[in-house]
């Protein structure tokens, strides 16, 4: 699917310009590990209890910035992604994408081939 600019852009500055165009491009899913390596999560956990103490550690020192400070330094650096986000025009961009023929295609591809691993496990 084609995302839109923003989505593009806030991609390409939080993972790089070369991890952004090819996992975008490709619509493809980083796995945790590759995910962590590039940038675009900051932490793996791998039980369910290790989740909630890794988000706290995570929202401990965010909160220790005031708010205005954090939230102005923020939107500074995103205010020129957030004038690249006209919604409309990035619900048109992703429908066209989505319910284009070459798309649809695709997912029906997917979609048998998850059918066939499916009755393949009973």
């Known amino acids: 699917m ?3 600019e923003w989505l593009r852009v806030l991609t390409e500055r939080v993972i790089g ?3 952004a165009e090819l996992h975008l491009s490709t619509s493809t899913m980083a796995s945790p ?3 962590l390596s590039i940038g675009y999560v900051d932490k793996l956990v791998t039980t369910s209890e290790e989740l909630l103490p890794a988000a706290l550690e995570k929202c401990k020192k965010m909160i220790s910035v005031p708010d205005l400070a954090r939230s ?3 939107q ?4 020129d ?3 690249l986000a006209n919604h409309e025009q990035s619900i048109d961009v992703m429908a066209d994408s989505v319910l284009g023929e070459e798309f649809q295609k695709t997912i029906d591809d997917v979609m048998k081939r998850l059918k066939g691993k499916k009755k393949k496990k009973k």
């Open 17 to 19: 310009g070369r991890n």
């Open 33 to 35: 590990e590759e995910a």
């Open 2 to 4: 084609n995302p839109p």
């Open 76 to 79: 500074g650096f995103r205010k």
């Open 72 to 74: 102005q330094c923020k």
């Open 81 to 83: 992604v957030a004038s």
